[in-house]
């Protein structure tokens, strides 16, 4: 994870995360193709997956601590 500073624009891509079916599914589920397809594109297709990491310090695919 950076070092760089959190922006406003990066918490509100990452709420995007937060509400995205697919990636809620993922978190909760931990299985299935939901999972492995949020696994496989949060770092270097989508940039909501990649604010949600930098604002939670966790990826998007990881369950809530």
């Known amino acids: 994870m950076s070092s760089r500073e959190i922006t406003p624009m990066d918490r509100r891509l990452a709420r995007l995360c937060e509400l995205c079916p697919v990636c809620r599914h993922a978190r909760v589920k931990q299985t299935g193709v939901a ?14 997956c990649q604010a949600y990491e930098r604002v939670h310090g966790r990826k998007a695919h990881e369950t809530h601590a």
């Open 35 to 48: 999972y492995t397809f949020v696994k496989s594109v949060e770092a270097g297709i989508c940039p909501f």
